[in-house]
């Protein structure tokens, strides 16, 4: 079972926006201090890629350049959520969108480091 749950995917045109959101799957699943809770996707045949990501202590954030100035991330931590705001969508945002927490935010490009994912919400960019 994915110790994460993720919301909001959908079919939007280009120049939309959607806003996807991250929970918990179940109430023991705990976020720490150090953690950094961040969005992966993954397009059709290509990689998972890093999109962003925000720090739990001091609420840093950390984008891909290719979604600087159009996505949005946040955390709301006595809920232990985060979302990400997605405006002036493309085509090439339409991917598969994952959750995921590592704990320790200086990787937070890397995939491999994160301990816990989320099965994922698809993201459809298309007219």
């Known amino acids: 079972q994915a110790q994460l749950t993720e919301y909001g995917g959908g079919l939007v045109e280009p120049g939309g926006s959607l806003r996807l959101a991250c929970a918990p799957s179940t109430p023991s699943f705990t976020i720490y201090a150090n953690d950094i809770m961040a969005w992966f996707r993954q397009a059709p045949g290509k990689e998972r890629e890093f999109v962003a990501g925000v720090t739990w202590r001091n609420n840093k954030k950390y984008y891909a350049d290719s979604v600087k100035g159009r996505f949005t991330i946040g955390r709301v931590a006595a809920e232990n959520a985060v979302w990400l705001q997605m405006n002036a969508l493309e085509a090439d945002d339409t991917a598969v969108y994952f959750c995921?927490?590592?704990?320790?935010?200086?990787?937070?490009?890397?995939?491999?480091?994160?301990?816990?994912w989320g099965q994922g919400t698809r993201v459809t960019v298309s007219s």
């Open positions: 995921a927490r590592n704990p320790d935010a200086y990787t937070y490009r890397d995939g491999s480091k994160y301990n816990a």
